[in-house]
Every structure is written in structure tokens, then in C-alpha cells.
């Protein structure tokens, strides 16, 4: 599949969807009576800026919260040296942020059997999907780590934000008590976990930032403004659509649960405005996808699956923007 993205489509898609936002937040905020708290979409550029003026005596109203989404405004990365951007020369083209899970001093889930960790098969996966994207030309690539090193959990999306990322995948390796456990999922984000099994997934990498009993990834601030909440309820429908596409277009190569697609409130998916997902590519704990994971053949398997879902996923973009711009 061949799409031709150039740096036209990319500001339409950041000029369309900020547009929309405001619109929508013009109409949720408008009041009779009133004049409104009217955004103003100001010095749209290829990311797209945009300003919300309230009305001079909003600071005199009450309060109301008029969205449902509380997670805080993730900066972007300053404490981290950002990644090479890999792949064809030209910045109109897609970015897709791989992120290999755990890393340095946090191995993540461990195989009880042969040793493996999840740190050196995430890192393995994300290369080997990152060397798919570079040969097939059609985006640029970035890795949040392409050694073995420790990055706290919003440093890893920090840096796609900060590279203005189009998509993020979290690359991980699940593990269960129960050995049989098999097959790959894909988590979205959920301010709620969809099950148990999410809320302990949840539990397990959210404590990967708390080292001797130290959080090391401490953020403030709320979402306190509804064109916030509205890109982010925009970046998690298009992450569920990716989510979708992820296991349609790998599922011939590898094999899933399934119940493939859950929700979890995870912290590294917590960036509002770039689609992301997590992927628990299989279980370590189980001894065939142990083999498949750590395997060369399996490895490639798993980053062409990736690979043909991010193509279909921008084509699609592609596709719907030029309809657009024609009408």
C-alpha cells in the first residue's frame, strides 16, 4: 500500500481537528445571555496552537466541570535527550514513536523457566519494527530508547510529544501466575479499567516510576479546559480505531487473545494528544510465546504486523483528509 503524505496533509489534519475542537467547545460554552467563553484559533501551524479566552467575568462564576476526562497535562520531555528520527528525510511524513518497555535497572516481567526478561525482548521487538518502518520509506521512526537504559514512564511519551509524534506504541511482554496464559493484547487508555486483569496491569507498570518507594515521575496540574478533554476524547477514539486496525493486520502473523482490545489507566499512554497504545506483544511467563518473542522469525513477524497497521492507519488519514480538502 503507497500513500503520499506531504506536508499539506499533515497541517490540514492538525488544522482540521483543532478547528473542530474549537467549534465544539464554543458551542458547549456558550451560554444565553452571555457572551461565551469563545476560543480563538490562533497561529495554526504544522502542531497547531490554540488559545481559549474566557469572558471577563468568568472568574466570578462558579465552577462547573463540563468534562469527564481528569488526567493531568502531561509536559513535554526537557529532562531527556530526544532520540534520532529515522526513516526518509522528509518532516511532512508521519512520526511513529516506538517505545520498548523497562529498560537498565527494570527488567519487567521475567520467564521463572529460562530467564528471559522483558526488558531485552521489548527492545528487540521495537528495533526490529523500527527497521520495518525505515525500509519500507512511508514514515519516520523514532525509539524512546535503543539500548539498555531506565526511562521513567512520562519521559516516554514526553519525548513524542516533543518530536510531534503522530503515533506512540508502548512494546511490552505480559506474565501471568497462570502459565498458560497466551496470545498478544492491546491496551487503550481508560480513566477506569475495563477488568481485573487491566486494573493489575495498571497496578504493576504504573509502580515501574516508584523506586524505593521514591516516585520519580511526580506531575501536577489538571485538565481544566474543555478543549483539552476534547483532544484527548479525540486521541482515544482514534487510539481504540488503532487498536482495532493493530490486530486485524497482525492477527495472520501472531497470535492474540481474544479479548484483544482492554482499557487500562496507564500512565504511559496518558499524552492527550497523540494516539497510543500499548502492546503486550504475548506472555513471557508462557513458554511458547517466551520462544516466539525471543526468536529472530518471530520478532520480524511482530514488526510487520505493526508495520502494515501504521500504514493502513495513515493511508486512512490520508484518505479522509483529501476527501475533505475536495469538499
Known amino acids: 500500500m503507497k500513500f503520499g503524505w506531504t506536508a499539506d496533509h499533515h497541517a490540514l489534519h492538525k488544522r482540521r481537528m483543532f478547528q473542530s475542537l474549537a ?45 469527564s476526562i481528569t488526567v493531568p497535562i502531561p509536559a513535554a520531555s526537557r529532562g531527556v535527550a530526544l532520540p534520532r528520527v529515522e526513516g526518509v528525510n522528509d518532516g511532512a511524513r508521519p512520526l511513529v514513536v516506538i517505545d520498548a518497555g523497562h529498560g537498565g535497572h527494570d527488567p519487567g516481567a ?11 525482548v521489548t ?7 523500527r527497521d520495518q518502518l525505515v525500509k519500507s520509506g512511508r514514515v519516520r521512526v523514532a525509539l524512546t530508547r535503543n539500548d539498555d537504559r531506565f526511562l521513567i514512564l512520562e519521559e516516554r511519551y514526553g519525548i513524542a510529544r516533543k518530536l510531534g509524534a503522530d503515533l506512540f506504541i508502548s512494546i511490552h511482554a505480559d506474565a501471568a501466575d497462570n502459565a498458560e496464559a497466551h496470545g498478544a493484547t492491546v491496551y487503550t487508555l481508560s480513566e477506569t479499567a475495563s477488568d481485573r486483569e487491566a486494573a493489575r496491569l495498571a497496578a504493576r507498570e504504573n509502580r515501574a516510576d516508584i523506586i524505593n518507594g521514591v516516585n520519580l515521575g511526580g506531575q501536577s496540574g489538571d485538565v481544566s ?41 496507564l500512565i504511559v499512554l496518558k499524552a492527550p494528544d497523540i494516539p497510543s497504545v500499548l502492546f503486550e506483544t504475548g506472555y513471557i ?30 493511508a486512512r488519514q490520508l484518505a479522509t483528509h483529501g476527501t475533505a480538502a475536495r469538499n
Do not use: C, W
Open 23 to 67: 467549534l465544539a467547545s464554543s458551542i458547549l460554552f456558550s451560554v444565553p445571555g452571555s457572551t461565551g467563553g469563545i476560543p480563538n484559533v490562533d497561529a495554526l501551524s504544522d502542531r497547531g496552537v490554540v488559545r481559549f479566552d474566557a469572558p471577563a467575568d468568568m472568574a466570578a462564576r462558579p465552577r462547573k466541570r463540563l468534562h
Open 123 to 129: 527492545l528487540a521487538i521495537a528495533q526490529a519494527i
Open 285 to 314: 511467563s508462557n513458554g511458547d510465546d517466551a520462544a516466539f518473542l525471543s526468536s529472530r522469525e518471530g520478532q520480524d513477524r511482530i514488526a510487520r504486523g505493526v508495520a502494515r497497521a501504521i500504514e493502513v492507519h495513515f
Open 110 to 120: 521475567i520467564n521463572k523457566e529460562n530467564g528471559r526478561r522483558e526488558k531485552d
Open 225 to 265: 479546559s474543555i478543549l483539552i478533554d476534547l483532544t484527548q476524547r479525540e486521541s482515544l477514539n482514534a487510539s481504540a480505531s488503532f487498536a482495532r486496525l493493530l490486530q486485524r493486520e497482525a492477527s495472520p502473523l501472531m497470535p492474540f487473545r481474544s479479548s484483544y482490545h482492554r482499557f487500562a489507566s
